[in-house]
């Protein structure tokens, strides 16, 4: 290969590749040691990279774990034709999702670390938190406040089941949420 072939072609891996490898690693560690126990050490050493590599992207745990999520979430499906139907595909969706190995005890956790950190909850709110409410606001037509407490209600629900019982919620429980979830909307 000549010299100016070899240039041509960025140094390291790319971004998307290490991105990726990271949230497989983060959350494959959570699931295993737990939110507490997985640490940006035992997590850089589960992806095969140095730690200088996860916070040069991002700048903490909480950082990182949002970014996670925020990946492993995805935008919300939006197929259904009725404010009924969107309500509880997204309902579903929520509930799938916290299911997936690591993502119910890493949503848990970085929301607890929250608590006590400002800087935390605004990564949350603006990064994860922010694009669904937009997209449910559009698509239901409620006021912000309503909004909220319909996410708190629904995500609050899923991560405590998880919380109190390991598991995540069944879909006949599941099923009843989103028909709670609808009569408040009634």
């Not at 290969?1 to 070899?6: E, I, L, S």
């Not at 404010?83 to 509880?88: H, I, S, T």
């Not at 929250?114 to 239901?140: M, S």
Request: net charge negative.
């Amino acid at each position: 290969m000549t010299r100016a072939a070899a240039s041509a072609r960025p140094p390291g891996r790319p971004r998307n590749s290490v991105d990726a490898t990271v949230f497989a690693a983060t959350l494959s560690t959570v699931d295993e040691l737990g939110y507490a126990r997985a640490t940006v050490d035992r997590i850089a050493a589960a992806a095969g990279i140095a730690k200088t590599t996860i916070y040069r992207r991002w700048p903490t745990k909480g950082a990182l774990i949002t970014a996670c999520l925020i990946e492993a979430f995805g935008p919300l499906p939006m197929t259904a034709t009725t404010r009924e139907d969107f309500l509880a595909e997204s309902i579903r969706f929520a509930a799938a999702k916290i299911a997936e190995p690591g993502v119910g005890a890493a949503f848990a956790g970085v929301f607890t670390d929250a608590v006590n950190d400002p800087a935390l909850r605004e990564i949350l709110a603006t990064q994860l938190q922010e694009p669904y409410l937009i997209a449910i606001r559009e698509v239901l037509g409620e006021p912000e406040h309503r909004v909220l407490f319909l996410i708190d209600v629904i995500i609050g629900t899923l991560l405590h089941r998880m919380g109190m019982t390991g598991e995540p919620m069944v879909d006949d429980d599941v099923d009843a949420l989103v028909a709670m979830t609808l009569r408040v909307l009634d």
